[in-house]
């Protein structure tokens, strides 16, 4: 199930090609008559753990990235809806000055894959004047045939599956747009053209086979997408910030964005695009393959220059970077923290302006722990860690308890918090004796250690790693337990979906006494009460908001508890099977390539 990757010297697209796509976009007058909506697609019952409240303070890079990269192509006619802020806008209701949408963008994640279908849905109620659906997003990329035949008759469909990037989505509206004459509707253009066969050469797309009317067989798969190596050719993230849509309960849309100024009203949180990849090979993750196996990264003052307009023009102060592993190369830390800790805010360096927090690995900052003292001044205040399992008996990723200990008293003394992401998994007993193996000694042994925060999830077939086969080889994987059938948000890592345990209600209950053994009054007490403390502020308001989410957590998942202990629980036998076929496109007298060389030649 893991994505392959292209040949090494054809992984990026050529410097400076995704600018000028961009600019022959631009340059079409038509563009900006096109309305077109992106969608973030959000399932509620995912709501589960210490973090559930973040979720809606969050603004989320992914349906920002690809409307920043539209709207600088020249679709200027663009609203991005966060369905955790407003559940009931439907595609079918949104008017554009009376016209509705164009094109839908939905964008997912496998767990809210069911809301971003009744988006889909809701769109086919405009009938022949419904948009050009174009679905994106982890979902997407990992299992992309999911998007068609949605519905219980399975009449509804994305017409487009974008499985890569900014870049192929931009490559795709350059070939629409192109091929668009007297103000022909984008979707019959689209399927004009890949009826045509005249989008088989654009890698990183997935879309049906023949007449778009005739019943579901096949689907086209072009391949694996080209990456931008350079993310500065990126459009700024101040793009996608303007163009939100604010919170309401309406099923259409505001009259206008939220302004930037009052963005910090709404949200507290930008999400940053800052690095992409990680040298390890964890067999439950996929991001090493979706980036095959590359590192990428922003320059040191492209991050500098939009923490400082991003800061100053929304009021927002707090960032967390979405990267695989931040200290994944240290020149690149080294050069991007030295730039930071240049970066002032209306006068104040970033160490007292901005709170900045992301991801990386134990073993990489501790290899790089002197760069501790740089990166707080850079503006860093904490690092979440996928510790995983502190004996190392799960995964080996260099973390040990000496490890932990001395590197989060570093992280302390500096004023970083760390915070562990802990892996229940099978084995694994709730309590151990004489050593770390249990998850109640690893989750006090984090606390005594400096941690700030702990999350616990337990470990779930991960789709596209390489480690996603074993569990249904293996009959772990539960189809039902009692009335209750699993679907895509069960994988949030929150619920047991996975086990060989006979009583699986045993691992969902130690989940929630791991997470009671960190937040609870004694440790918000004692939390309280160590005013020296560098981290005071930051431990005693997450202990707030772990004991508030661990109580909300075991009220929405007692329904869910009850029926994996009452039963009966059936398990898979098999993998989910592929409902349809994908194939790569056929060659034929029209394919792009043949007509390239016959023009050369």
Request: a neutral charge; charged letters at 25%; proline letters at 8%.
């Amino acid at each position: 199930m893991e994505l392959p990757s292209r040949p090494k010297n054809d992984r990026y697209t050529r410097p400076g090609q995704y600018n000028e796509l961009e600019r022959r976009l631009r340059a079409n007058p038509d563009a900006e008559q096109i309305p077109v909506l992106v969608c973030y697609a959000f399932d509620f019952r995912t709501r589960l753990g210490p973090f559930l409240f973040a979720d809606m303070s969050l603004l989320t890079a992914g349906p920002r990235a690809i409307a920043a990269a539209v709207y600088q192509a020249g679709f200027t006619q663009l609203r991005i809806v966060q369905h955790q802020w407003n559940r009931n806008v439907r595609p079918s209701e949104v008017r554009f000055d009376g016209v509705p949408p164009q094109m839908l963008f939905v964008s997912s994640m496998q767990i809210h894959s069911a809301n971003a279908y009744e988006l889909i849905a809701d769109a086919y109620r405009l009938g022949e004047g419904r948009p050009l659906i174009l679905a994106g997003g982890a979902k997407a990329i990992y299992e992309p045939w999911d998007f068609f035949g949605c519905g219980p008759d399975g009449k509804y469909s994305a017409d487009v599956v974008v499985t890569g990037e900014e870049y192929v989505a931009l490559e795709l509206l350059d070939r629409i747009m192109e091929s668009r004459c007297g103000g022909e509707h984008p979707r019959k253009t689209f399927h004009r053209l890949r009826r045509s066969g005249l989008l088989d050469d654009i890698p990183g797309l997935v879309f049906r086979e023949g007449d778009e009317k005739a019943p579901l067989d096949r689907l086209i798969d072009t391949g694996i997408q080209r990456m931008v190596q350079d993310l500065d050719e990126l459009p700024h993230p101040m793009v996608g910030l303007a163009l939100i849509e604010p919170p309401h309960r309406r099923r259409t849309l505001a009259s206008q964005p939220i302004p930037l100024p009052k963005l910090h009203r709404y949200g507290g949180i930008v999400s940053l695009v800052t690095t992409h990849g990680c040298k390890f090979h964890c067999p439950y993750c996929p991001i090493p393959a979706y980036n095959q196996f590359t590192f990428r990264f922003k320059s040191p003052t492209r991050l500098r220059d939009e923490m400082e307009r991003v800061t100053e023009g929304t009021g927002i102060r707090t960032f967390f970077g979405t990267d695989d592993n931040f200290f994944n190369n240290r020149e690149t830390v080294e050069e991007i923290f030295t730039e930071l800790a240049r970066g002032k805010v209306h006068g104040r360096p970033f160490r007292d302006a901005v709170i900045l927090g992301t991801e990386a690995t134990e073993f990489d900052v501790f290899k790089n722990q002197d760069l501790l003292p740089l990166c707080r001044e850079g503006g860093l205040r904490a690092i979440w860690f996928g510790i995983e399992d502190m004996t190392a008996e799960l995964v080996k990723k260099g973390q040990s308890p000496e490890k932990t200990k001395k590197l989060f008293e570093l992280l302390n003394q500096n004023g970083i918090s760390p915070m562990a992401m802990m892996m229940h998994h099978d084995g694994q007993p709730l309590v151990s004796r004489g050593n770390l193996y249990g998850l109640l000694n690893q989750v006090n042994f984090l606390r005594k250690s400096g941690s700030v925060t702990v999350q616990v999830t337990i470990l779930t077939p991960s789709v596209g790693s390489k480690g996603y086969e074993e569990p249904y080889a293996r009959g772990m994987v539960i189809a039902n337990a009692g009335n209750e059938k699993v679907e895509d948000f069960h994988y949030d890592g929150n619920h047991c979906v996975a086990t060989e345990d006979p009583n699986p209600w045993r691992k969902q209950i130690n989940l929630y006494l791991g997470y009671a053994s960190f937040y609870n009054p004694l440790n918000f007490v004692r939390a309280v009460a160590n005013w020296n403390d560098p981290l005071w502020s930051f431990r005693v308001m997450y202990q707030l908001y772990g004991m508030a989410g661990l109580v909300r957590s075991v009220a929405k998942s007692w329904g869910w508890i009850t029926n994996l202990y009452r039963g009966p629980i059936y398990k898979m036998t098999t993998m989910p099977r592929r409902p349809l076929l994908m194939v790569p496109p056929p060659v034929t007298p029209n394919h792009p390539a043949l007509r390239l060389e016959a023009q050369t030649v």
